[in-house]
Structures are given as C-alpha cells and as structure tokens.
C-alpha cells in the first residue's frame, strides 16, 4: 500500500468511530496521558483541536488549563509554504477557520511561542507504528516546521496522539520526517523504539 492508502484506509477506520467510542477513547488517552511524568513537568505544550476523526485532546488542555499549564495551538503560516507557528490559546479565545476547517487562533492577536520555548508537543497523526514514524495529512505541516527548529535547541518532547486503531506495522522513514519521541493512544503508552 502507498501512503496515500494507509492514509485513507486509517482516516476511514477512524471517522467509522461512534461518538461513544470517540468520547470514552479522549477520556482514556487524557486519563492516561495527564499521568505521565513528561506531561505533569510540562510548563508550555503545543497541542491541537480535533478534526476529521482525530482522537481529541480537550480533555488534556481542560488538565492543563487546572495545572495552570500555557496550551499553543498551530497555525497556518499565511506566508510560508506548509508550516505553522504555535498562538497562545486560552478558553474563551476567539478562534477563526483556517483553509482546512480547522479553527486557530488569529494569527494577529495571538502571543506566538518560538519551538524551542516548548516543553511539550502533542501532535495529531493519522497513522504510526511502534518506531515513531507517523503519516499525517499529507501536508508536511508538522515536518516542516520542526525540521526549521533544528539548531535551536528545542527539548520538547514530541508525542503522537492517536486511537489505538491507527497503528500498522511499519512506516517507511523519509529523510525529511521528523521523528515522535512517544506515541499515546487511547490504551497505552508507546516509548518510539526509534532507529
């Protein structure tokens, strides 16, 4: 299968979840997750909005939120080719659609935080497999711009946030993919047995 494939076979496998499943999978994930030490250390986390089947993180910015954790969201570069920058987001922001649907902070309003000043950062994927290898939209968002963060000394923790569901076997590695640290799904966490 090309990636094309897995992509849309998993997005389809997903957005078959019920709502029920979706809930109890974003309480399991956020119950599971808000436990780990790397998540109860982090000051500053980059995190994202759910769309399109996406295991959703709510729960996790409302225990950020409680610990008096700062949440990011990213947003589309308007003038760079395929990256994002993180935007402060607090409950109660006002929030716009980006070209995709997905809603983020006004790039214009927003407190922009540099890579290398997050501890955290939680990333949507699509699919993944046990080494840390993730397929995401298609896009290069996430690739790119931490890939534009190299040299700058970022220590974040990079974790995929998935369903139990989206994992296959293996993924082949390109040479411009950024690597996950962990991967947390809905039943465990997975330590990347990278290469």
């Known amino acids: ?34 436990r780990q030490d790397f998540f109860l250390r982090a000051k500053r986390i980059g995190i994202y909005l759910a769309n399109d089947g996406e295991i959703d993180p709510a729960q996790i910015i409302d225990a950020a939120f409680k610990d008096n954790k700062a949440c990011f969201l990213p947003v589309i570069d308007p003038l760079t080719h395929n990256s994002l ?4 987001y607090c409950h109660g922001d006002v929030l716009q659609q980006n070209r995709f649907g997905i809603p983020e ?17 939680l990333v949507p994927l699509v699919a993944f497999d046990r080494d ?49 640290h962990k991967i947390a799904t809905n039943q465990e966490i997975i330590c990347a047995r990278q290469k």
């Open 1 to 34: 299968m090309t990636p094309g494939d897995i992509r849309d076979s998993i997005r389809n496998k997903r957005r078959a979840l019920t709502d029920a499943q979706q809930d109890t999978a974003a309480a399991q994930l956020a119950d599971l997750l808000c």
């Open 85 to 88: 920058h993180f935007a402060e």
């Open 132 to 180: 840390g290898n993730r397929i995401g939209m298609g896009g290069g968002f996430y690739d790119r711009t931490l890939a534009s963060s190299s040299g700058q000394s970022s220590d974040a923790t990079l974790v995929g946030l998935a369903h139990q569901c989206q994992e296959i076997a293996s993924i082949s590695h390109q040479s411009w993919d950024i690597p996950l």
């Open 105 to 121: 902070p006004q790039l214009h309003c927003a407190t922009l935080a540099p890579l290398w000043s997050l501890d955290l950062i």
